[in-house]
């Protein structure tokens, strides 16, 4: 972000002030209203400038809203990623918990029409997703269910951050040694939302957080990946390949309704479609160091 005199210029205020930088913003990545990512010029049009500048103001003033995201700091290094050791992963950012009704009930609040662009219907979603928890007492600390991988794509992006591939996700579960848990080697049904009747808050269970204080990596809902299912390369652990295409989206966690072992370890690779909404899919932030 720009400054003048000492005072901070927003995105609007920028190209008002410089518009020969117009083009780079018409090169800016948007989601349009079916989620599908395109370049700024072609969703508006080169000849429509006022229109660009009303959804960088909208886009601006929602990445200032605060939902009380906590974040833990995933440090650069090598560790076991699907019983490759020495994989390389590259240090970021994960949120503490996954998004929940509450956090997700901020942005309806502050700003239900863009909010209706991006996940149409927002309302009755958030009440459908409260429905799912299993107390009712817990309903606004419990995940925000029933988005499509688009929607979670396009929330993060409108809130300048982004989904962890899963190799990034495998690694604030398994922590550097692999566990098989985020919590340890041995599963443990107090430690997670396990086989319940719906899904609970994302505090029920400290006891199962991660070695980096990482809350709700095993069972409560399937978390979606920025990752393509299909397979892995690891020839080369220090360069490790994920798929760049495909047809269905990694999920990660296992949810509450399931009853696989294996669907709740930090190495379960499960995959949904992208348009899947479901109540036991939820999202979790990520974000650059």
């Not at 601006?60 to 992963?89: L, M, T, Y």
């Not at 970021?92 to 956090?103: E, V």
């Not at 928890?133 to 982004?162: D, G, K, N, V």
Request: proline residues 6%; glycine residues 8%.
């Amino acid at each position: 972000m720009s400054r003048v005199g000492g005072h901070k210029l927003n995105i609007v205020q920028q190209v008002a002030r410089l518009p020969e930088n117009r083009g780079q913003f018409l090169g800016l990545k948007v989601y349009t209203p079916s989620g599908l990512k395109a370049r700024a010029a072609d969703t508006l049009g080169e000849k429509d400038p006022q229109k660009l500048q009303e959804l960088l103001a909208r886009i601006d003033e929602i990445r200032r809203i605060d939902i009380g995201i906590k974040w833990v700091h995933i440090p650069a290094g090598n560790f076991v990623f699907q019983g490759v050791e020495n994989v390389s992963c590259p240090g970021f950012k994960l949120a503490k918990t996954p998004l929940t009704n509450g956090q997700f009930r901020i942005l309806l609040q502050r700003k239900s029409r863009f909010l209706e662009q991006i996940v149409p219907g927002a309302a009755e979603r958030l009440e459908d997703s409260l429905a799912v928890a299993a107390l009712r007492s817990e309903a606004e600390h419990c995940p925000m269910t029933l988005l499509t991988w688009p929607e979670a794509q396009a929330l993060a992006q409108i809130l300048s951050l982004r989904l962890p591939s899963e190799l990034e996700w495998e690694r604030a579960a398994a922590g550097r040694k692999g566990n098989a848990y985020p919590y340890g080697m041995i599963f443990d049904e107090q430690k997670g939302a396990y086989q319940a009747t719906g899904t609970r808050s994302v505090y029920a269970h400290k006891k199962g957080k991660s070695p980096e204080s990482i809350f709700d990596l095993s069972g409560n809902v399937w978390e979606w990946t920025s990752s393509w299912a299909g397979a892995l390369d690891l020839t080369n652990p220090q360069n490790p390949k994920l798929p760049g295409s495909g047809r269905e989206i990694v999920v990660r966690g296992g949810a509450w309704h399931y009853y696989d072992l294996d669907s709740w370890r930090a190495d379960c690779r499960g995959r949904q479609s992208p348009q899947e909404s479901k109540p036991y899919l939820g999202v979790r932030f990520a974000a650059e160091i």
